[in-house]
Every structure is written in structure tokens, then in C-alpha cells.
């Protein structure tokens, strides 16, 4: 019993052998990857059904690819093109997916917590591939596979994430899983990004990027959403303007050098190179995996597949 | 159009009125639809039912001053037909009425309109709120002296807050010189976006947050108004310890401020939105434990005044939606009276003053005089059994509205008589 559940919805809940049991096997499929063979057996005869109510390429195609390596009938639901854009509730499209007797459900949605709702009336496994501001499980599982694969463990490695906290489910899921595995983490942005609370959750809060980055081995870039500049409903934009962002939290090659010299960069994509990272940290190939974790996204995303199939269709 | 009244003696109750602190066991004769008598022993007299309350509890039926009945425009909600039996299943005879509906109660033929549509159940007494502003949209003051003429009990934009400061003053000002209150959901708006209260748990969902001090915010801002224009103001379903204290320092002071609080803010903390269970996302939401903890002490000291339904209908497609995106509202009829007995079991409360905050305090705000028990008066009245178990159960509850946030929740209390103006509509 890998994954309490037949379901993957979040970090939380996730204990650290189950994490470690998960990136061992993602280890060994990054493995299979590269040797350029496949296990069509795993999912044989499985249907997955990849159902975005938000535009994303990267994940959507890494589950894709995933789940055709494992043998998986693999269809993408993008919302633009279904019934979803003409009225239908999201739990109308789950009674279709049932339906349709699909298998496993990869569901990104701007909600927190649609996953969760869909998980109580589908039969199919559901996995959260992002839902709202809540997590985004299956990244923070690449993220640390990454790190684990350069370093050769998690425990007592300093972590620093930084940008917009706040809105990031990255973040969330991040922090949940390197707290758990024995990271020493830090979040760094302006106090407009960091969310209530987050301290009890083991995380050092910093406000400026030298004393976050001091000695980290690890240096994580998170996207800024161009709308949290705009004025919004509550008066005004969170950050006054991308300039002074940069400025103030940019990671550019001065600031990377506060962290070990050796420090990981990283970036779980898409890029706004000027705005969270500069050009030059990005492509620095002695600093930068950013190419490494979509790789190991196909891997994590096979892991987690495989786990779940084995819990929920008794597979080898 | 219904039965008369018949003629009944509920004998050997323990019969609590607040009004006056009487609390005796007795019988209490009901002839014409009115309390003839009560106290001591009346024999068997002719033609009455009689009624064997030997071990209940009878008290004046309860007066709910907060509750959205899905009239007019919200049917599939609830109607006022619904909402009155499950009034009724939970002892409340006379139901305030919030004006938020579809049309907004902003028109004097409205309110007679929701007052006779409430006499027309048999079940309860409807009290319309007025609009505070026309359509409950925060922009002009409606016509209190016009809507106060045909029966609004006090003036309020219902589930929104009066949000200007401006507006505030006026509408205070403009109601003092018709006696009226205003009564507010003390919640500044450019702070309420989000969907439960800020906390380290919102942050772990994923759920924007409502700050808490945003309804200190308002309470302040407006007890300012109230000293400024010398108007009154009713603060509904407050849920914080922050604006009860500066609700208690101020009524410390001598202003005329009075204040309610709903069973979720005494009974429930944020803790009831885990797995995003979104029948328990409320307006204002869910609050910390030590908040809760406040809640259970102003109604002990007094500060609070009443315990209300905060009854908001939602149907399941308000509700089956990714948390954010739900509607907030509980429904709260049928559950009004157990949960408040809860603090009763819990000793947090005495029965005396549970019940006073459920009938005669609500009773006598905004020049009301109901929820006593006296010779002559209408024979609205709640026979309950205070220890006897039941299980709240969301799709078994009466009326329309499932949506409650007790659902599974084991209760000790229940309603087993309800009577208004004699004729026994409930049990």
C-alpha cells in the first residue's frame, strides 16, 4: 500500500515513506526513459482521460506521455473544445466521464479543491494536476526527484522558493514535501505574496533575497502571474511593477551568488525571463536543471500512474 | 382557511419564561388561540385536548430575527410555505425576513406582501426586514418612513454590508428620525472577497482569505456613526472576539447597539471546511477556535442578544461546486434550537438564559414585543424534550433547504410541540 487512497489530490497527507517510495521508482523509470524502452504493460487496456479547465502544455503533455509509456489509452479533454465552455457543471462532466468508464482522471482546474470534489463522484483515480492555489502534487514529486538526483538526498538541504508564494500551488505542495522529507526551507517575496500563516508549517519567511539565499543549495524560481500587477477587485495591484520586482526579487547572477556556488536553479515553467529570472541564471548550465525537471516530470508522473494502478487495479 | 384553534391543556411542563424568570412545573390552558392560564393545576377541564408534558420543557415560541425564506425570486431555495414547516419543527413562531430577495423589499406593498404570506402558512408570524438602500444595492436610502408604516421591523441590506461610510451615516441619521435601526453585516467589503477566514488552514487549501479584523472594521467604523448621528444599529451574526469586545465596551458606554450570533459561531470553527465541505462555507466564514470561544462568552455575559437561524437556503447546485465558487449559507431552522441547547449540556449556558436569547431577548428588540408567555397573549409556545437524542441528518431535515453544516451531528433536544396562536402546527 503505496498512496493512502486511490487518489492523488495533494502532498498533504503523504507520509515520508510513501514520498521516498514514489521517487524511487520515478528513479527508476527516469532510467527507463533515457535507455529509450517502455512498460506498455502497466496500463494495458486503461483509459486516462486528461481534463483541463486551464490551458497548461507542459503538464498536460508530460501525463500524456506518461501514461502512453505505461500503455494507457490516452485522451485529451481540453475545456475550450467541451461542453464544459457551453454550461455544463463540472459535476455534469464527471457523470459523463463515468459514464465513458474512463480509468484515471488527470484534472487541472482553477479552483482549489475541484479535484477533490470530482474525486467524491467519479470512479475513476484522480490525480490533482493543479488545482486553484491549492497544490500541484505531481511538481513538487519532479521537484524533489530533481534535487535528490544532483545532491543524493533531501534531508538538511536548504531550499529557498521564491516569488509569489501566495498564489502558488507550487509553493504549497513544495513546501509540504521538502518540509516533510527534512529541507530546511525558506520562502522569499514582498509581504504582498507570502499568505497567511505559512510559518506554522515549518517554513522561514524572508523579505529580501540575501539573507533567503545565504548558503541555499537549492534556489527556486516561481512564475509571477502578469495579473497580479493589475488593479484588481480589492484596489490595486499586489506589486507595483515588473521593474521594481526584478529589482527586489529577480534571480539574477548577483543574487544566485549568495547561495553555495554549487546552488541548483530552478523554475517549474513557463518562464518570465526579466521578470522572476534572468536570462543568464536560466540557461547557466552549470546552475540550472530546469530542463531536467520536465524530464523528470514524464518519470514522476509514470511513478505515480503506476503506483495508483497497482492500488486500484491490482496490476504488478 | 384552517382549523380553530382547539381548545388544549399541556399538563406538568417545566414551563420557562424568560421575560419574567419564571421557571416551574405546571399546566398551561390554551382557549380561543390564547394562553388562558398557566401555573399550578387546572383539572381536566371540558372539550380540551390534553396534553401530557410531564419531563419537557415549554417556553415561548422562538422568535428568529435573521432568515432568508427564498421569497421572492430564490423559489428553488425555498419557499415561505417550506421554510414555515421547518419553522415550525424548530419551535419558531415568528420569523424577521431579510430583504435581499428578488424583488428587494424596499416597497411598502412588499412587506404586507411577506407579512400575509406568512399569515397565509398558518405557521408563523413573517417580519419583514426593510431595505436599507433601494434594491439592497448600497446606493440610496429607501423609504423607511413608508416601509416602517406597513410593518418593516427595522432596515437592513440583509447578506451585504452597508459598505460606504457615507451612506452608513445617512441611513442611521435618516432612521433615528422614524425610531428605526439599521442592521448591519458588519463585514468591510474591500476585505471580504475571499472565501474563509484567513488563516494558516486557508493558506494550506489554497482558499483566499477573509481577515477577522474586517468585521471589527465595520463595528468600529459604525459604533462612530452611531455616536456621531444618534441612530441605532443591530450588528448581525457577529463572529468574532474582537468586535464583540468593542461591541461590549460600547454598550458599556450607553450606545444604542445590539448584536446577534448564529449557532455556527458558537458551535463550529474553520476546521468544519476541511476536505472543502462547502456547506460549511458561511457569510462571514467560519472563524478560529478562539473566536468560537468568544462567541460562547458574549452570549454568556449578555453582550450578544439574541441567537438567530441565519437560515440561508442554498440548493445543491449552489453548493456542489468547487469551494470557492459555492454559494456561502446554512440552513438553520430546524437546528436553531438543539445546537443552542448544546451550550445548555455543555453548562456554558442556563436554560433560562439559552432561552431568553431565543424568544424574549430577540422578542423586545426594535420595539417588538413577542416570545413571552402571559395571560392573553397569543398561545405561541414550544414544547420540547431537552435530553432526548437526535441525529441531524442533511436530505432528512424539514423544508426545502438541506445545506447544513451539522450534518451527522448527534443532538440532545428536541421539538416536540409547537403551537401558534393555539393551533398546534408541529408534533
Request: proline residues 5%; glycine residues 10%; contains cysteine.
Given at each position: 500500500?503505496?498512496?493512502?487512497?486511490?487518489?492523488?489530490?495533494?502532498?498533504?497527507?503523504?507520509?515520508?515513506?510513501?514520498?521516498?517510495?514514489?521517487?524511487d521508482?520515478?528513479?527508476?523509470?527516469?532510467?527507463?526513459?533515457?535507455?529509450?524502452?517502455?512498460?506498455r504493460?502497466?496500463?494495458?487496456?486503461?483509459?486516462?482521460?486528461?481534463?483541463?479547465?486551464?490551458?497548461?502544455?507542459r503538464?498536460r503533455t508530460?501525463?500524456?506521455?506518461?501514461?502512453?509509456?505505461?500503455?494507457?489509452?490516452?485522451?485529451?479533454?481540453?475545456?475550450?473544445?467541451?461542453?464544459?465552455?457551453?454550461?455544463?457543471?463540472?459535476?455534469?462532466?464527471?457523470?459523463t466521464?463515468?459514464?465513458?468508464?474512463?480509468?484515471?482522471?488527470?484534472?487541472?482546474?482553477?479552483?482549489?479543491?475541484?479535484?477533490a470534489?470530482?474525486?467524491?463522484?467519479?470512479?475513476?483515480?484522480v490525480?490533482?494536476?493543479?488545482d486553484?492555489?491549492?497544490?500541484?502534487?505531481?511538481?513538487?514529486?519532479?521537484?524533489?526527484?530533481?534535487?535528490?538526483?544532483?545532491?543524493?538526498?533531501?534531508?538538511?538541504?536548504?531550499?529557498?522558493?521564491?516569488?509569489?508564494?501566495?498564489?502558488?500551488?507550487?509553493?504549497?505542495?513544495?513546501?509540504?514535501?521538502?518540509?516533510?522529507?527534512?529541507?530546511?526551507v525558506r520562502?522569499?517575496?514582498?509581504?504582498?505574496l507570502i499568505?497567511?500563516?505559512?510559518?506554522?508549517?515549518?517554513?522561514?519567511?524572508?523579505?529580501?533575497?540575501?539573507?533567503?539565499?545565504?548558503?541555499a543549495?537549492?534556489?527556486?524560481?516561481?512564475?509571477?502571474?502578469?495579473?497580479?500587477?493589475?488593479?484588481?477587485?480589492?484596489?490595486g495591484?499586489?506589486?507595483?511593477?515588473?521593474?521594481?520586482?526584478?529589482?527586489?526579487?529577480?534571480?539574477?547572477?548577483?543574487?544566485?551568488?549568495?547561495?553555495?556556488?554549487?546552488?541548483?536553479?530552478?523554475?517549474?515553467?513557463?518562464?518570465?525571463?526579466?521578470?522572476?529570472?534572468?536570462?543568464?541564471?536560466?540557461?547557466?548550465?552549470?546552475?540550472?536543471?530546469?530542463?531536467?525537471?520536465?524530464?523528470?516530470?514524464?518519470?514522476?508522473?509514470?511513478?505515480?500512474?503506476?503506483?495508483?494502478?497497482?492500488r486500484?487495479?491490482?496490476?504488478? | 382557511?384552517?382549523?380553530?384553534?382547539?381548545?388544549?391543556?399541556i399538563?406538568g411542563?417545566?414551563?420557562?419564561?424568560?421575560?419574567?424568570g419564571?421557571?416551574?412545573?405546571?399546566?398551561?390552558?390554551?382557549?380561543?388561540?390564547k394562553?388562558?392560564?398557566?401555573?399550578?393545576?387546572?383539572?381536566?377541564?371540558?372539550?380540551?385536548?390534553?396534553?401530557d408534558?410531564?419531563?419537557?420543557?415549554?417556553?415561548?415560541?422562538?422568535v428568529?430575527?435573521?432568515?432568508?425564506?427564498?421569497?421572492?425570486?430564490?423559489?428553488?431555495?425555498?419557499t415561505?410555505?417550506?421554510?414555515?414547516?421547518?419553522?415550525?419543527?424548530?419551535?419558531?413562531?415568528?420569523?424577521?425576513?431579510?430583504?435581499?430577495?428578488?424583488?428587494?423589499t424596499?416597497?411598502?406593498?412588499?412587506?404586507?406582501?411577506?407579512?400575509?404570506?406568512?399569515?397565509?402558512?398558518?405557521?408563523?408570524?413573517?417580519?419583514?426586514y426593510?431595505?436599507a438602500?433601494?434594491?439592497?444595492?448600497?446606493?440610496t436610502?429607501?423609504?423607511?418612513?413608508?416601509?416602517?408604516?406597513?410593518?418593516?421591523?427595522?432596515?437592513?441590506?440583509?447578506?451585504?454590508?452597508?459598505?460606504?461610510?457615507?451612506?452608513m451615516?445617512?441611513?442611521?441619521?435618516?432612521?433615528?428620525?422614524?425610531?428605526?435601526?439599521?442592521?448591519?453585516?458588519?463585514?468591510?467589503?474591500?476585505?471580504?472577497g475571499?472565501?474563509?477566514?484567513?488563516?494558516?488552514?486557508?493558506?494550506?487549501?489554497?482558499?483566499?482569505?477573509?481577515?477577522?479584523?474586517?468585521?471589527?472594521?465595520?463595528?468600529?467604523?459604525?459604533?462612530?456613526?452611531?455616536?456621531?448621528?444618534?441612530g441605532?444599529?443591530?450588528?448581525?451574526?457577529?463572529?468574532?472576539?474582537?468586535?464583540?469586545?468593542?461591541?461590549?465596551?460600547?454598550?458599556?458606554?450607553?450606545?444604542?447597539?445590539?448584536?446577534?450570533?448564529?449557532?455556527?459561531?458558537?458551535?463550529?470553527?474553520?476546521?468544519?471546511i476541511?476536505?472543502?465541505?462547502?456547506?460549511?462555507?458561511?457569510?462571514p466564514?467560519?472563524?478560529?477556535?478562539?473566536d468560537?470561544?468568544?462567541?460562547?462568552?458574549?452570549l454568556?455575559?449578555?453582550?450578544?442578544?439574541?441567537?438567530?437561524?441565519?437560515?440561508?437556503?442554498?440548493?445543491?447546485?449552489?453548493?456542489?461546486?468547487?469551494?470557492?465558487?459555492a454559494?456561502?449559507?446554512?440552513?438553520?431552522?430546524?437546528?436553531?434550537?438543539?445546537?443552542t441547547?448544546?451550550?445548555?449540556?455543555?453548562?456554558?449556558?442556563?436554560?433560562?438564559?439559552?432561552?431568553a436569547?431565543?424568544?424574549?431577548?430577540?422578542?423586545?428588540?426594535?420595539?417588538l414585543?413577542t416570545?413571552?408567555?402571559?395571560?392573553?397573549?397569543?398561545?405561541?409556545?414550544?414544547?420540547?424534550?431537552?435530553?432526548?437524542?437526535?441525529?441531524?441528518?442533511?436530505?432528512?431535515?424539514?423544508?426545502?433547504?438541506?445545506?447544513t453544516?451539522?450534518?451527522?451531528?448527534?443532538?440532545?433536544?428536541i421539538?416536540?410541540?409547537?403551537?401558534?396562536a393555539?393551533r398546534?402546527?408541529?408534533?
Open positions: 500500500m503505496l498512496v493512502p487512497g486511490r487518489h492523488l489530490l495533494g502532498i498533504e497527507g503523504l507520509n515520508p515513506a510513501v514520498i521516498s517510495s514514489l521517487l521508482l520515478a528513479e527508476s523509470y527516469a532510467l527507463l526513459n533515457r535507455s529509450g524502452e517502455t512498460r504493460d502497466v496500463l494495458r487496456s486503461k483509459t486516462l482521460i486528461n481534463l483541463f479547465f486551464e490551458d497548461s502544455t503538464t508530460s501525463f500524456e506521455l506518461a501514461g502512453k509509456r505505461l500503455g494507457a489509452d490516452v485522451i485529451n479533454m481540453p475545456v475550450s473544445t467541451s461542453s464544459v465552455s457551453k454550461g455544463e457543471t463540472l459535476l455534469d462532466t464527471a457523470a466521464l463515468n459514464a465513458m468508464n474512463c480509468d484515471i482522471l488527470v484534472v487541472r482546474h482553477k479552483s482549489s479543491g475541484a479535484p470534489l470530482l474525486a467524491q463522484k467519479v470512479d475513476a483515480a490525480i490533482n494536476a493543479g486553484g492555489m491549492h497544490e500541484h502534487p505531481t511538481q513538487a514529486l519532479l521537484d524533489a526527484l530533481t534535487i535528490r538526483r544532483h545532491r543524493g538526498r533531501l534531508e538538511e538541504l536548504i531550499v529557498v522558493i521564491c516569488g509569489d508564494i501566495a498564489h502558488s500551488r507550487v509553493a504549497r505542495s513544495n513546501f509540504l514535501l521538502l518540509t516533510s522529507m527534512g529541507c530546511h520562502v522569499i517575496g514582498p509581504p504582498t499568505p497567511t500563516g505559512i510559518e506554522q508549517f515549518g517554513v522561514t519567511v524572508h523579505h529580501d533575497m540575501r539573507s533567503a539565499l545565504e548558503g543549495d537549492v534556489v527556486m524560481a516561481l512564475r509571477l502571474q502578469t495579473e497580479r500587477m493589475i488593479v484588481d477587485q480589492t484596489g495591484g499586489l506589486i507595483p511593477s515588473a521593474r521594481e520586482y526584478f529589482t527586489y526579487f529577480g534571480l539574477d547572477p548577483v543574487k544566485l551568488s549568495y547561495a553555495k556556488p554549487d546552488a541548483l536553479v530552478m523554475h517549474p515553467g513557463p518562464m518570465n525571463r526579466g521578470v522572476e529570472i534572468a536570462s543568464q541564471v536560466a540557461d547557466d548550465s552549470a546552475h540550472s536543471v530546469i530542463r531536467e525537471q520536465v524530464e523528470m516530470g514524464v518519470a514522476v508522473r509514470m511513478a505515480v500512474l503506476d503506483t495508483l494502478a497497482q486500484v487495479f491490482g496490476n504488478v | 382557511m384552517f382549523d380553530p384553534p382547539r381548545d388544549t391543556l399538563t411542563a417545566r414551563i420557562v419564561d424568560p421575560a419574567t419564571y421557571d416551574e412545573v405546571g399546566d398551561l390552558l390554551i382557549k380561543a388561540g394562553i388562558l392560564d398557566f401555573g399550578g393545576s387546572f383539572g381536566e377541564p371540558e372539550g380540551s385536548t390534553i396534553i408534558a410531564s419531563g419537557m420543557v415549554l417556553c415561548p415560541g422562538l428568529d430575527l435573521r432568515a432568508s425564506l427564498g421569497e421572492p425570486g430564490f423559489e428553488y431555495r425555498e415561505i410555505e417550506s421554510a414555515a414547516l421547518a419553522a415550525s419543527a424548530g419551535g419558531i413562531t415568528t420569523v424577521a425576513v431579510l430583504p435581499d430577495n428578488a424583488p428587494a424596499d416597497d411598502a406593498a412588499l412587506v404586507r406582501a411577506l407579512a400575509s404570506a406568512g399569515d397565509a402558512t398558518g405557521r408563523i408570524n413573517i417580519l419583514p426593510g431595505a438602500t433601494r434594491g439592497c444595492v448600497g446606493k436610502i429607501a423609504e423607511y418612513g413608508l416601509l416602517r408604516e406597513a410593518g418593516a421591523i427595522a432596515f437592513t441590506d440583509g447578506t451585504r454590508a452597508i459598505g460606504s461610510a457615507a451612506l451615516r445617512r441611513a442611521l441619521s435618516y432612521a433615528r428620525g422614524f425610531g428605526a435601526v439599521i442592521v448591519q453585516h458588519p463585514e468591510e467589503p474591500s476585505l471580504a475571499g472565501a474563509a477566514t484567513e488563516s494558516a488552514r486557508a493558506t494550506l487549501m489554497g482558499l483566499p482569505g477573509i481577515p477577522a479584523c474586517a468585521e471589527a472594521m465595520l463595528v468600529e467604523r459604525d459604533l462612530r456613526l452611531v455616536e456621531l448621528t444618534g441605532m444599529v443591530h450588528f448581525a451574526h457577529v463572529s468574532t472576539g474582537a468586535a464583540l469586545d468593542l461591541i461590549r465596551q460600547a454598550k458599556a458606554r450607553g450606545i444604542n447597539v445590539t448584536c446577534d450570533t448564529a449557532p455556527p459561531y458558537f458551535d463550529l470553527n474553520e476546521t468544519a476541511g476536505d472543502f465541505r462547502t456547506y460549511a462555507k458561511l457569510s466564514p467560519l472563524r478560529m477556535e478562539e468560537r470561544v468568544a462567541v460562547v462568552a458574549g454568556a455575559d449578555g453582550t450578544i442578544d439574541a441567537i438567530v437561524s441565519d437560515h440561508q437556503p442554498r440548493d445543491a447546485d449552489d453548493k456542489r461546486l468547487p469551494f470557492a465558487e454559494a456561502p449559507g446554512a440552513s438553520g431552522l430546524a437546528t436553531l434550537l438543539a445546537i441547547l448544546a451550550k445548555v449540556h455543555g453548562g456554558e449556558l442556563s436554560m433560562m438564559a439559552a432561552l436569547l431565543l424568544t424574549t431577548r430577540p422578542g423586545s428588540l426594535f420595539g414585543d416570545g413571552r408567555i402571559g395571560k392573553g397573549r397569543p398561545a405561541d409556545l414550544c414544547l420540547f424534550a431537552p435530553e432526548r437524542a437526535w441525529l441531524i441528518q442533511s436530505g432528512s431535515l424539514p423544508g426545502k433547504a438541506q445545506n453544516p451539522f450534518d451527522g451531528r448527534a443532538v440532545e433536544g421539538v416536540i410541540g409547537t403551537w401558534k393555539g398546534r402546527v408541529f408534533g
